[in-house]
């Protein structure tokens, strides 16, 4: 029968796994810069701006958030939907931390 072991234990050997700190500097960089994705309509005037992939499928229920995310993982170039609508993905400065 094997020995059971306590909750610190468990505990100890857990904090032992040793992982490294991120940088600083990486760490603010980060927080510094966002992706920001604008929904073009035909004319290139902007019809929404959105912070994230859920927020586009809330404004243009039609479209698939797999078929974004895969598209924006693959290509740098605009999504173009099938209304003629294209989805640019826009890296910006935040303004505030």
Request: neutral net charge; hydrophobic residues 30%.
């Amino acid at each position: 029968m094997s020995k059971t072991r306590t909750l610190n234990q468990l505990r100890q050997s857990r904090d032992a796994v040793y992982t490294p700190p991120k940088s600083h500097q990486d760490s603010m960089t980060k927080r510094l810069v966002g992706d920001i994705y604008v929904i073009m309509d035909q004319e290139g005037n902007p019809a929404v701006a959105c912070d994230d992939v859920e927020c586009l499928i809330q404004a243009r229920p039609e479209w698939s958030a797999q078929e974004l995310n895969s598209h924006f993982d693959q290509h740098s170039e605009p999504f173009l939907a099938s209304n003629g609508e294209r989805v640019h993905q826009v890296q910006r400065k935040k303004l505030r931390v």
